[in-house]
């Protein structure tokens, strides 16, 4: 296999894994694509009020669970000198069971849940499974003949149980009742009292119907009693319908909280007990939102990440993450532009300067540095130095600079003077040395050329590595690195001109 396959490979392979996990974080996890998103997410309680006698009291209360477009996460309970604990129940979900021994007066109970966008259940109902066929219900003398008549007009137009279901809710519902419905109803056209009438003649139709109470979480009204929908055993599966406006599907903002013959809430060994509900949004940035998302699925892609380490360590690492950037632009200038630089990665070190003492500052104090070191640098060859001890001297001077500018921009008002520490003064005092010695073999057109590229690839490299989306890019895909990688695998086999090389001849082309 030759070196060039090889290459081909391995640089497919990179943006195949660098590209693949990033999907896989924005499409599975829900990481953003675009800095400053924000998610909506929304804080649902519940709240059982009773009085208490002094004998033990327990409380029961289903809770919401996970669907397929909203993830639940338990943020707490609360209730003063009662125990909590959750149970699974026989059919759907989960039950919050308060106790106490013997509470006194009036009692509260809370349990309040966060819940993202993002579900983790492929089906809501899988717990219910496939139901038994339900007995027929009985309707009176008065009742049977409008029952008869509703059902088979709904047969008529329907084509199956799902059908079946929505024609019912459609006439049950009406703005305009016919005379069948209005008897059926009789003088209670509540809600309730419609959705257990379609739950009757469903039942009537052997069609399995199971009752689905809870919040629309997109409800104005914070605090809000639980709407009902109907679920609907059609041929295979569960299909939930909206009998007020007769659309299948369960709605995305829709949060179950009770499902078919399960309780909403019991109290015993108390009286006077009574249930709230209240529901609040606000809005969180969308990257804190899929790691949470991501930590609860326990995705070993948070659990192994940046993410994972202290707050500390990962803005040490939102810095160095940069760096392959600059190391990007510097491999692009000088092998396909061909700009001449002092050292192969200099240009990266100045240009971390830069991000840390802003732009102009860095540039100022780079210049006046090293123009002054190199003064001192040639007074010292006079002296006929060795060179570690002339490149010692150097270091020592280009301390000293750096600690009487920082003091007299302190004074004037500068403060980005103080960043100077961040100067790599090691290498500052090199590039002193090398230019030095080009500016003694070369010339002093070299020395600008090799300083003035140095400096134009910096502020390039700058200007990638403080641009909002890369610099956010890089923290939340750290992955896409792979990506860079292999752009520079790629440009490291490229032989042929450059553009410099493409100006110097053109005039050779003109000639033909």
Do not use: C
């Amino acid at each position: 296999m030759t070196a060039r396959t090889q290459l081909r490979i391995i640089v497919a392979a990179l943006l195949i894994i660098g590209f693949g996990v990033a999907a896989f974080k924005h499409f599975q996890l829900g990481f953003p694509v675009w800095p400053g998103e924000r998610e909506t997410v929304w804080t649902a309680e519940a709240k059982v009020s009773f009085e208490a006698k002094g004998e033990p009291v327990q409380v029961r209360m289903s809770l919401p669970s996970s669907t397929n477009s909203l993830l639940v996460l338990d943020q707490g309970t609360a209730g003063h000198g009662f125990g909590y604990y959750v149970e699974k129940g026989q059919g759907y979900g989960r039950t919050g069971v308060w106790e106490a021994r013997d509470p006194e007066g009036a009692h509260s109970v809370y349990h309040r849940a966060r819940i993202y966008r993002g579900g983790s259940r492929p089906d809501v109902f899988a717990d219910l499974g496939a139901p038994e066929v339900p007995e027929p219900p009985v309707f009176d003398d008065s009742e049977s003949a409008p029952a008869d008549a509703l059902l088979a007009e709904a047969h008529a137009y329907s084509a199956n149980a799902k059908g079946l279901a929505i024609q019912l809710s459609q006439m049950i519902w009406s703005k305009q009742p016919s005379q069948s419905v209005n008897v059926l109803l009789g003088e209670d056209p509540s809600t309730r009292r419609k959705n257990a009438m379609i739950t009757r003649l469903l039942h009537a139709a052997a069609v399995p119907t199971v009752s689905v109470r809870g919040m629309f979480l997109d409800q104005s009204d914070s605090t809000s009693s639980l709407s009902e929908l109907l679920a609907v055993w059609s041929e295979e599966d569960w299909v939930v319908i909206d009998p007020k406006t007769g659309e299948a599907d369960l709605p995305d903002l829709f949060l179950p909280w009770q499902i078919g013959s399960q309780s909403l809430f019991e109290v015993e060994g108390a009286e006077e007990s009574e249930i709230r509900f209240s529901v609040t949004s606000d809005e969180l940035a969308a990257s804190k939102v899929a790691l949470n998302y991501g930590s609860y699925r326990g995705a070993y892609l948070i659990d192994f990440s940046i993410f994972s380490l202290p707050v500390e360590s990962q803005n040490a690492f939102k810095t160095l993450l940069l760096i392959p950037i600059g190391a990007l632009v510097v491999v692009v200038l000088r092998n396909l532009v061909g700009l001449q630089t002092s050292g192969t990665f200099m240009p990266i070190l100045i240009a971390m300067v830069f991000v840390q003492t802003e732009l102009v500052t860095g540039l100022i104090l780079f210049v006046v540095v090293v123009s002054i070191g190199l003064f001192i640098r040639s007074y010292l060859t006079s002296l006929n130095l060795l060179l570690v001890p002339r490149i010692a001297a150097v270091l020592i001077v280009v301390i000293s600079l750096y600690i009487f500018l920082s003091v007299i921009g302190f004074k004037i008002g500068i403060t980005q003077a103080l960043s100077v520490t961040f100067f790599p003064m090691v290498i500052i005092s090199w590039t002193i040395e090398r230019m030095s010695v080009l500016a003694e073999e070369e010339g002093l057109k070299d020395v600008l050329l090799q300083g003035g590229g140095s400096l134009l690839t910096a502020v390039i490299a700058y200007l990638f590595m403080t641009n909002r989306h890369i610099e956010f890019w890089t923290f939340e895909f750290p992955e896409l690195l792979l990506v860079v990688l292999a752009v520079i695998l790629l440009i490291g086999q490229y032989t042929g001109y450059r553009l410099n090389e493409l100006w110097r001849f053109e005039p050779l082309a003109k000639e033909k």
